[in-house]
C-alpha cells in the first residue's frame, strides 16, 4: 500500500528532463578510421567517480562520471581510438617519486583507525584539505595509475595524445598531502616519460599554482615548468612569483604567470599564446604534459577568473598543433556541471570533432537544468579585472629574458654527470690519441705509435707483442742478418777491445790469428764479409750487411783506433 504523499516516486518520473524547445544533441555514430592520425587514448578507470571526500568538502570525483557520460553521450568515444580501463598503481611505481613511509601510511590509514594514527595523521598533512575518508588508497592508486599508463602509451609510440581526467593533482609533495592531493600523478608521470624523452614541457592552467610539481623539478633542467595562476601572496598555496625561476641546474627552466582576479579570455589567451609559443621555441620539447584544471573558469566555487569554456579549451587546442606527443590531465574545478562541459569540449577538440552546443540526453540531465542544457552557457557574476595590459606586457617581456639564458635546448648528453661516474672516468687511462680529442687538438688521430717489440718480452692488452705473433720487420731482419752473418759468440768483453774474442767455439786450435797494426779495420771486416758468402748472402748486398751489423751488436767504424790490433775469428 502505497500513502498519498508518496504517490509519485523517484522511479515514476521521467527518465530524461522534458527540455520543450530546447534540443538535445545527437551522438556521432561515425567511427575514426583506425590508421588517422593523431592517434588518441582516452584513460577511464572503472569506478573513480564514486569515492567521496566528504559531505561539504569541495572536491567532488562525482565531475568525472558527469564527464565520462558526456563523452559517451556525444559519441565522441567513436572517435577516440582507444579507451583503456588502467590498472592501479603499484606501491613500486608510487614509491619512484613518494616516500615509503607516506605511500604505507596512505595504504593503513581509514576513517576507522586513524584516531589511533593522529600523531601521522598530522606528521603527513592529511587534516582539513585532505581529510581521510573510505577507500582513499584506492582512489590515489587508481587517477595514478592512469596517468602513467598514458605516459607509457605515449613513450611506446601507440598514441599521439593520452587523456586522463582523474589525473592533475598538482599539490602533493613528495612526503606530504596538500590542497586536495595525495599523490602527485603528474610528477610520476613525467618521470615515466623522462624514461624516453630527453626534454618535457608541463603546463598548468589550473588557478592555484602547481607547486607540487614545480618543486620535484626545481633543480632539474630536463623538466620546465610553466604556470598560469592567480597569485596574491595569500592565495592557497601562496608561491609562484615572478622571480622563482629555478635553481642549480633548473635555474631559468621554471616560469610563473601570476595573474590577477578578473582576467578575462582576451587577456588570458593573449598571454598564454605569447608565453608558451616562446617557450616551446626555446625549450624545443620533446613531450608536453598539460593540465587543465577547470577552476579557472568564470563562476567556479573557488576561482576568480572570467575564463569561459571556449577560451579554456582554446588554450588545449593551442598546444596541440604544436604536434608533440601530448598527455592531457584533469586538476582543479569545483563545480563540478562546468568543469565536466568543459573537459567534455576539449576532448572534442582533442579528438578533432565539432559538437552542438545542445548537450546529449543524459541521466544527470538535471544537473544542467539551470543552464538549459547547453554546452557554453552564458558567463554570469563576473569578477572585476584587476589585470591591466602593461602588467601583463610586462610579465611577457620578464619571460622572454628568462628564456634568453637557456642557450639552446638542453639534452640528456648536457647533463651533469653524477660523482661516482665522474670518478670511475677519471681513473681510467686514456691513450694519446683520446687526449689529443679531449684537447682539442688539430693532430688528434693522426699520430701513430708502432708496436715495439723486445726478446722475451711478454704481456696481455691490446699491444701484446708475444712472439706467437708475427714480429715487425725490423726485429726479422735483424735476427735474420744476425744468424747469416756471424757465427755465435760465447764471451765478449766491454770498451776499446771489443773486436778481441777467446775463440774456444769460433775456430779451431784455439789458434789466435794477428794481423798487422798497419792493417786497415775497413779491409779486414771486408775479408771477413767474404767468407760469409758461401752462407747464403748474396754479394749485392755486402754493403747493407756492414750496415745492419751495427745495430747486432758491433761498435761504429769510427770508433775503431788504427793503430790498436784486432784479434778476429776465421774460418780454416
Same mark, same amino acid.
Given at each position: 500500500?502505497?500513502?498519498?504523499?508518496?504517490?509519485?516516486?523517484? $522511479?515514476?518520473?521521467?527518465?530524461?528532463?522534458?527540455?520543450?524547445?530546447?534540443?538535445?544533441?545527437?551522438?556521432?555514430? *561515425?567511427?575514426?578510421?583506425?590508421?588517422?592520425?593523431?592517434?588518441? $587514448?582516452?584513460?577511464?578507470?572503472?569506478?573513480?567517480?564514486?569515492?567521496?571526500?566528504?559531505?561539504?568538502?569541495?572536491?567532488?570525483?562525482?565531475?568525472?562520471?558527469?564527464?565520462?557520460?558526456?563523452?559517451?553521450?556525444?559519441?565522441?568515444?567513436?572517435?577516440?581510438?582507444?579507451?583503456?580501463?588502467?590498472?592501479?598503481?603499484?606501491?613500486?611505481?608510487?614509491?619512484?617519486?613518494?616516500?615509503?613511509?607516506?605511500?604505507?601510511?596512505?595504504?593503513?590509514?581509514?576513517?576507522?583507525?586513524?584516531?589511533?594514527?593522529?600523531?601521522?595523521?598530522?606528521?603527513?598533512?592529511?587534516?582539513?584539505?585532505?581529510?581521510?575518508?573510505?577507500?582513499? $588508497?584506492?582512489?590515489?592508486?587508481?587517477?595514478?595509475?592512469?596517468?602513467?599508463?598514458?605516459?607509457?602509451?605515449?613513450?611506446?609510440?601507440?598514441?599521439?595524445?593520452?587523456?586522463?581526467?582523474?589525473?592533475?593533482?598538482?599539490?602533493?609533495?613528495?612526503?606530504?598531502?596538500?590542497?586536495?592531493?595525495?599523490?602527485?600523478?603528474?610528477?610520476?608521470?613525467?618521470?615515466?616519460?623522462?624514461?624516453?624523452?630527453?626534454?618535457?614541457?608541463?603546463?598548468?592552467?589550473?588557478?592555484?599554482?602547481?607547486?607540487?610539481?614545480?618543486?620535484?623539478?626545481?633543480?632539474?633542467?630536463?623538466?620546465?615548468?610553466?604556470?598560469?595562476?592567480?597569485?596574491?601572496?595569500?592565495?592557497?598555496?601562496?608561491?609562484?612569483?615572478?622571480?622563482?625561476?629555478?635553481?642549480?641546474?633548473?635555474?631559468?627552466?621554471?616560469?610563473?604567470?601570476?595573474?590577477?582576479?578578473?582576467?578575462?579570455?582576451?587577456?588570458?589567451?593573449?598571454?598564454?599564446?605569447?608565453?608558451?609559443?616562446?617557450?616551446?621555441?626555446?625549450?624545443?620539447?620533446?613531450?608536453?604534459?598539460?593540465?587543465? %584544471?577547470?577552476? $579557472?573558469?568564470?563562476?567556479?566555487?573557488?576561482?576568480?577568473?572570467?575564463?569561459?569554456?571556449?577560451?579554456?579549451?582554446?588554450?588545449?587546442?593551442?598546444?596541440?598543433?604544436?604536434?608533440?606527443?601530448?598527455?592531457?590531465? %584533469?586538476?582543479?574545478?569545483?563545480?563540478?556541471?562546468?568543469?565536466?562541459?568543459?573537459?567534455?569540449?576539449?576532448?572534442?577538440?582533442?579528438?578533432?570533432?565539432?559538437?552542438?552546443?545542445?548537450?546529449?540526453?543524459?541521466?544527470?540531465?538535471?544537473?544542467?537544468?539551470?543552464?538549459?542544457?547547453?554546452?557554453?552557457?552564458?558567463?554570469?557574476?563576473?569578477?572585476?579585472?584587476?589585470?591591466?595590459?602593461?602588467?601583463?606586457?610586462?610579465?611577457?617581456? @620578464?619571460?622572454?629574458?628568462?628564456?634568453?639564458?637557456?642557450?639552446?635546448?638542453?639534452?640528456?648528453?648536457?647533463?651533469?654527470?653524477?660523482?661516482?661516474?665522474?670518478?670511475?672516468?677519471?681513473?681510467?687511462?686514456?691513450?694519446?690519441?683520446?687526449?689529443?680529442?679531449?684537447?682539442?687538438?688539430?693532430?688528434?688521430?693522426?699520430?701513430?705509435?708502432?708496436?715495439?717489440?723486445?726478446?722475451?718480452?711478454?704481456?696481455?692488452?691490446?699491444?701484446?707483442?708475444?712472439?706467437?705473433?708475427?714480429?715487425?720487420?725490423?726485429?726479422?731482419?735483424?735476427?735474420?742478418? @744476425?744468424?747469416?752473418?756471424?757465427?755465435?759468440?760465447?764471451?765478449?768483453?766491454?770498451?776499446?777491445?771489443? %773486436?778481441?774474442?777467446?775463440?774456444?767455439?769460433?775456430?779451431?786450435?784455439? *789458434?789466435?790469428?794477428?794481423?798487422?797494426?798497419?792493417?786497415?779495420?775497413?779491409?779486414?771486416?771486408?775479408?771477413?764479409?767474404?767468407?760469409?758468402?758461401?752462407?747464403?748472402?748474396?754479394?749485392?748486398?755486402?754493403?747493407?750487411?756492414?750496415?745492419?751489423?751495427?745495430?747486432?751488436?758491433?761498435?761504429?767504424?769510427?770508433?775503431?783506433?788504427?793503430?790498436?790490433?784486432?784479434?778476429?775469428?776465421?774460418?780454416?
Amino acid at each position: 500500500m502505497v500513502r498519498a504523499s508518496q504517490a509519485t516516486t523517484f $522511479s515514476a518520473s521521467a527518465y530524461f528532463d522534458d527540455r520543450g524547445p530546447h534540443g538535445t544533441a545527437q551522438p556521432i555514430t *561515425e567511427r575514426v578510421n583506425p590508421h588517422s592520425r593523431p592517434i588518441v $587514448s582516452y584513460f577511464f578507470p572503472k569506478g573513480v567517480g564514486e569515492f567521496h571526500y566528504g559531505e561539504r568538502h569541495p572536491m567532488k570525483p562525482h565531475r568525472l562520471t558527469l564527464t565520462n557520460a558526456l563523452v559517451m553521450g556525444y559519441g565522441l568515444d567513436k572517435q577516440i581510438h582507444h579507451i583503456y580501463n588502467p590498472r592501479p598503481a603499484t606501491q613500486v611505481e608510487l614509491e619512484m617519486y613518494h616516500d615509503h613511509d607516506y605511500i604505507e601510511f596512505l595504504s593503513r590509514v581509514t576513517p576507522n583507525n586513524q584516531n589511533e594514527m593522529r600523531h601521522l595523521i598530522d606528521t603527513f598533512n592529511c587534516v582539513e584539505d585532505c581529510p581521510i575518508f573510505a577507500e582513499m $588508497s584506492d582512489f590515489c592508486r587508481m587517477y595514478a595509475g592512469a596517468s602513467l599508463a598514458g605516459a607509457r602509451k605515449l613513450c611506446s609510440g601507440t598514441c599521439d595524445t593520452a587523456i586522463n581526467w582523474s589525473g592533475g593533482l598538482h599539490h602533493a609533495k613528495r612526503g606530504e598531502a596538500s590542497g586536495f592531493c595525495y599523490i602527485n600523478d603528474i610528477v610520476l608521470a613525467i618521470l615515466e616519460l623522462l624514461r624516453y624523452h630527453p626534454r618535457v614541457l608541463y603546463i598548468d592552467i589550473d588557478i592555484h599554482h602547481g607547486d607540487g610539481v614545480e618543486l620535484a623539478f626545481y633543480h632539474s633542467n630536463r623538466v620546465m615548468t610553466v604556470s598560469f595562476h592567480k597569485y596574491t601572496g595569500e592565495f592557497f598555496p601562496g608561491t609562484g612569483k615572478l622571480d622563482d625561476n629555478g635553481a642549480n641546474l633548473g635555474k631559468h627552466f621554471c616560469l610563473n604567470v601570476p595573474l590577477q582576479d578578473g582576467v578575462d579570455d582576451e587577456m588570458y589567451l593573449t598571454v598564454f599564446k605569447t608565453v608558451i609559443e616562446d617557450t616551446v621555441t626555446a625549450f624545443r620539447p620533446t613531450a608536453i604534459v598539460l593540465q587543465c %584544471g577547470a577552476d $579557472s573558469l568564470g563562476c567556479d566555487r573557488l576561482g576568480a577568473f572570467n575564463l569561459s569554456i571556449a577560451a579554456h579549451g582554446e588554450c588545449v587546442n593551442f598546444v596541440r598543433k604544436f604536434n608533440v606527443p601530448l598527455l592531457v590531465l %584533469g586538476g582543479g574545478g569545483y563545480t563540478i556541471k562546468n568543469v565536466s562541459r568543459c573537459w567534455t569540449y576539449e576532448t572534442a577538440v582533442l579528438v578533432g570533432a565539432e559538437i552542438p552546443d545542445e548537450l546529449p540526453a543524459t541521466i544527470y540531465d538535471p544537473f544542467f537544468r539551470d543552464s538549459q542544457w547547453k554546452l557554453h552557457p552564458p558567463l554570469t557574476g563576473r569578477v572585476e579585472n584587476q589585470n591591466t595590459p602593461a602588467s601583463l606586457q610586462k610579465i611577457t617581456i @620578464s619571460i622572454r629574458n628568462k628564456l634568453r639564458y637557456l642557450q639552446g635546448a638542453p639534452s640528456v648528453a648536457m647533463q651533469e654527470i653524477p660523482p661516482d661516474l665522474e670518478g670511475l672516468l677519471a681513473d681510467e687511462d686514456k691513450n694519446p690519441e683520446e687526449k689529443d680529442e679531449e684537447r682539442g687538438t688539430v693532430f688528434a688521430g693522426e699520430s701513430r705509435s708502432d708496436r715495439y717489440t723486445s726478446r722475451h718480452e711478454y704481456f696481455e692488452g691490446d699491444n701484446d707483442v708475444d712472439q706467437d705473433d708475427c714480429p715487425p720487420l725490423s726485429a726479422t731482419k735483424r735476427n735474420s742478418i @744476425s744468424s747469416g752473418a756471424r757465427r755465435p759468440r760465447t764471451k765478449r768483453t766491454r770498451g776499446r777491445a771489443r %773486436g778481441r774474442v777467446s775463440g774456444a767455439n769460433g775456430r779451431e786450435g784455439g *789458434e789466435e790469428v794477428d794481423e798487422p797494426s798497419s792493417a786497415k779495420p775497413g779491409k779486414t771486416r771486408g775479408r771477413v764479409r767474404s767468407r760469409g758468402k758461401p752462407r747464403g748472402r748474396v754479394a749485392e748486398k755486402d754493403k747493407d750487411l756492414e750496415d745492419m751489423d751495427m745495430d747486432v751488436g758491433g761498435e761504429p767504424e769510427s770508433g775503431f783506433e788504427p793503430e790498436t790490433p784486432v784479434d778476429i775469428d776465421i774460418d780454416v
